[in-house]
């Protein structure tokens, strides 16, 4: 079993900066892919980006430009630097782990995809 902790959230003005991370335990895998989403209520979870174990990112257009996935493998933890928010960036934010060997460079964006789940940090940008 993986744990998943997300830390870093919380209140912030339009145009602020916050950085979001997801600290992974239990059972090591050799390949994870990590995801960031995002939720909304009454909406879907939505990918925000993914990472995989070498570094190869994907965004959804919504945050190219504004947020920027990293990691660091020995400390088993990801990040989300979130800057230039918006009031539509208010959402519920989750981290989540993808343990298969896909080949061929593909990153998982749908979330029936992910194998591990954070339990979320609540992100409000006042306007």
Same mark, same amino acid.
């Given at each position: 079993?993986v744990q998943?902790?997300?830390?870093?959230?919380?209140?912030?003005?339009?145009?602020?900066?916050?950085?979001?991370?997801?600290?992974?335990?239990?059972?090591?895998?050799?390949?994870?892919?990590?995801?960031?989403?995002?939720?909304?209520?009454?909406?879907?979870?939505? *990918?925000? +980006?993914?990472?995989? #174990?070498?570094?190869?990112? /994907?965004?959804?257009?919504?945050?190219?430009?504004?947020? !920027?996935? =990293?990691?660091?493998?020995?400390?088993?933890?990801?990040?989300?630097?979130?800057?230039?928010?918006?009031?539509?960036?208010?959402?519920?934010?989750?981290?989540?782990?993808?343990?298969?060997?896909? *080949?061929? +460079?593909?990153?998982? #964006?749908n979330?029936?995809? /992910?194998?591990?789940?954070?339990?979320?940090?609540?992100? !409000?940008? =006042?306007?």
């Amino acid at each position: 079993q993986v744990q998943l902790v997300e830390s870093g959230g919380g209140l912030v003005q339009a145009g602020g900066s916050l950085r979001l991370s997801c600290a992974a335990s239990g059972r090591t895998f050799s390949s994870p892919i990590m995801g960031w989403f995002r939720q909304t209520p009454g909406k879907e979870r939505e *990918s925000v +980006g993914v990472i995989s #174990r070498y570094g190869h990112t /994907y965004y959804a257009d919504f945050v190219k430009g504004r947020f !920027t996935i =990293s990691r660091d493998n020995a400390k088993n933890t990801v990040y989300l630097q979130m800057s230039r928010l918006k009031p539509e960036d208010t959402a519920v934010y989750y981290c989540a782990a993808d343990a298969t060997n896909y *080949s061929g +460079g593909y990153l998982p #964006r749908n979330p029936i995809e /992910y194998d591990y789940w954070g339990q979320g940090t609540q992100v !409000t940008v =006042s306007s």
